[in-house]
């Protein structure tokens, strides 16, 4: 009998029907495995604010996330000991990073207890009866996320949001509204990041096939999250879930310059569209100063004039203010929002200045974005002099993808705006050599496997004027605390 090859991310995932039934119920005890995660801590704090009793469990419970928890009430448990049930919770909200094999999920399993994914709860509880905006992509999710709740806020739709980092307008990742007139208002609008990663070890569709966006932003997309998926026409075909869910109603907001997002589309559309780029519904006039003027289908509309750099950011924003226009925010009053944007935490963060050299924090962690952060910041000082304008980047390659390699052959086109690149990393932990992997740009690069070694050597190449970039998507062991004390030596 010849096999039967089943296609990729096609599948139904089970539904625990006792788990609906609690679902629909007003107020509940829930328990969250891997609460420590961006979106699970922010979904805890949704909850909280819900009237819900929280509770939840991790295998690494430690700050800033278990303070800002601990903060809102909610009870932390360290690892996943099945003694847990005995909390007794109405439903167990299990995310992501938790697999087949924890021993606390198998507890659950055994005796046939409520469970749901986040993503799953999030649209049936917090996202119901909302107009949900929606922002996917491989790159800018975080940033075009925080200048739209922005946007709406400022214009004052006090919305709701989830995001996956701080925007400093807000200090907090996640709320269920703002207020109005200083009273708590019960807004229309919900603000949500859409990752297209897995749901959970039950699901393994996208999270954003939840959210039901009526606005979705799809703002690019290349391959990435090589641990899940084996190559960039199955994260297309997660993308075209997406489409499939906005409705008639909707509109779509789309990256006209990603060739993978028109194939996306080609699969078939049934919302109104829009693009932004070139040749495009939605562009712009980038000015000297870095401020640009906002074109909507060919005619000037606003201006943008804000601080921050980068044609990415710049793209954000057009993003930003074609969805802003979907709910009613005007033009021009989109770009004058953002000219108080204050960013997102980590995104080109400054963590402090000795001795004029100033060190950043940054989240890129793919070469696109790493490339788009380090040509941004190249962009706004100019090429380097000697000891002058020099960019120092200070690179950890820990996600996922770039553990397994799958992008490591792109780092050294990715750096290439840099004067000097520092790379952390040892072969044992990454699978591959750093080393090697940087060698093409010569004697610029060098790596290092202690976090000592690597501080030294950077605090002992910085000149004044100089500008560190320092990279990763997880803690980086502090380095950036380390760099500026060794700074001031």
């Known amino acids: ?26 107020h509940m005890h829930i328990h969250i495995l891997g609460i420590c995660g961006t979106f699970m801590g922010g979904l805890a704090v949704l909850a909280k604010e819900a009237g819900h009793k929280v509770t939840g469990c991790d295998a690494n419970v430690y700050p800033p996330m278990s303070t800002q928890l601990e903060a809102q009430g909610i009870e932390l448990i360290q690892g996943f000991d099945p003694k847990q049930t005995e909390l007794n919770p109405d439903l167990y909200v299990i995310g992501n990073v938790v697999s087949r094999g924890n021993p606390l999920v198998e507890e659950i399993l055994n005796r046939s207890l409520p469970y749901v994914s986040g993503p799953q709860w999030i649209g049936e509880h917090i996202l119901r009866n909302k107009w949900v905006l929606a922002v996917a992509g491989t790159h800018g999710k975080t940033t075009t996320s925080a200048m739209l709740a922005w946007i709406l806020e400022d214009a004052g739709y006090a919305p709701g949001f989830l995001i996956g980092g701080v925007p400093m307008n807000f200090g907090i990742s996640a709320r269920l509204s703002g207020t109005i007139d200083g009273k708590s208002a019960e807004s229309d609008f919900f603000v949500i990041e859409a990752d297209e990663y897995d749901t959970a070890f039950f699901d393994k569709r996208s999270k954003f096939v939840h959210y039901h966006a009526k606005t979705a932003v799809m703002n690019n997309l290349e391959y990435d999250h090589a641990d899940i998926f084996p190559d960039l026409h199955a994260i297309e075909t997660q993308f075209h879930h997406l489409v499939r869910t906005v409705p008639g109603i909707g509109r779509l907001i789309v990256n006209r310059d990603e060739a993978s997002l028109q194939r996306v589309l080609a699969r078939g559309c049934w919302s109104e569209q829009e693009s932004f780029g070139q040749d495009a519904n939605w562009q712009l006039t980038e000015q000297d100063n870095g401020s640009f003027d906002v074109l909507f289908n060919g005619r000037q509309e606003g201006h943008v004039a804000w601080s921050l750099t980068g044609k990415h950011n710049r793209s954000n924003a057009l993003a930003a203010i074609a969805c802003a226009r979907h709910v009613g925010v005007p033009i021009a009053q989109a770009c004058a929002s953002l000219a108080s944007f204050e960013s997102v935490k980590r995104r080109m963060e400054v963590r402090g200045v000795v001795d004029n050299i100033t060190v950043y924090d940054d989240f890129a962690h793919h070469p696109t974005a790493i490339a788009t952060t380090v040509g941004g910041l190249r962009q706004k ?57 940087l060698a093409p740009l010569g004697k610029i690069a060098s790596a290092y496997e202690e976090i000592d070694a690597l501080v030294a050597a950077v605090a002992a190449a910085a000149r004044p004027g100089d500008q560190i970039i320092v990279m990763s998507n997880g803690g980086f062991g502090g380095v950036h605390q380390k760099l500026l004390e060794a700074l001031g030596r």
Do not use: C
């Open 381 to 437: 000082i100019g090429k380097s002099a000697g000891n002058t304008g020099r960019i120092l980047a200070v690179l950890e390659p820990r996600s996922n993808t770039m553990k397994l390699g799958a992008m490591k052959d792109a780092l050294p086109a990715s750096l290439k705006d840099a004067d000097l690149v520092f790379g952390f990393g040892s072969q044992q932990a990454l699978g591959w050599s750093l080393a090697d992997a």
């Open 1 to 26: 009998m010849a096999s039967v090859k089943i296609p990729y991310l096609t599948f139904v995932p089970y539904i625990n029907k006792r788990a609906l039934r609690v679902l629909r119920t007003d």
